[in-house]
């Protein structure tokens, strides 16, 4: 049955598919960060410090593990912006989830009325028919 919270509804529902798509979306970018820092904390770790040689093998060594921390400092900062952005997903969710079910129960009650209304109105059509017939049979009798 069709009313006029129908078209909000199904905009609602677009709504609140979007937005689980979002959260989704951010649920895999935060698995991509994790993994990310993972392996950036997994090569720090296989990095071998050298224990003789020339000050440039240090020094080049020293810029490498310089460079590893800054991409796993970068990891833990791209990792809390995804584990935020998971959380407002959520959030978002969670209201277009409350306004959907808002409209949708707007549109159950005003079927209800609907349907109330049809039945008090086939109600009267019996009880006039009725009427009818008995006034009908009255007037054969006589």
Do not use: C, W
């Not at 020094?59 to 809390?80: K, P, S």
């Not at 959520?90 to 159950?108: A, T």
């Not at 017939?133 to 007037?139: A, E």
């Amino acid at each position: 049955m069709k009313t006029r919270y129908t078209s909000l509804v199904h905009v609602k529902k677009n709504i609140v598919q979007k937005s689980e798509r979002l959260l989704q979306q951010a649920n895999a970018n935060a698995n991509h960060a994790k993994k990310a820092l993972e392996n950036s904390l997994a090569y720090l770790q296989e990095i071998k410090h050298p224990s003789q040689g020339k000050i440039t093998d240090f020094l080049a060594n020293r810029a490498l593990f310089d460079a590893q921390r800054t991409v796993i400092h970068y990891n833990q900062e791209r990792l809390q912006y995804t584990q935020k952005e998971i959380q407002e997903a959520k959030e978002q969710l969670k209201i277009d989830m409350i306004e959907y079910e808002k409209y949708k129960y707007l549109e159950y009650e005003e079927i209800q009325k609907i349907l109330k209304e049809i039945k008090i109105k086939e109600a009267k059509d019996l009880d006039e028919i009725a009427l009818m017939t008995y006034t009908n049979k009255n007037k054969e009798a006589f």
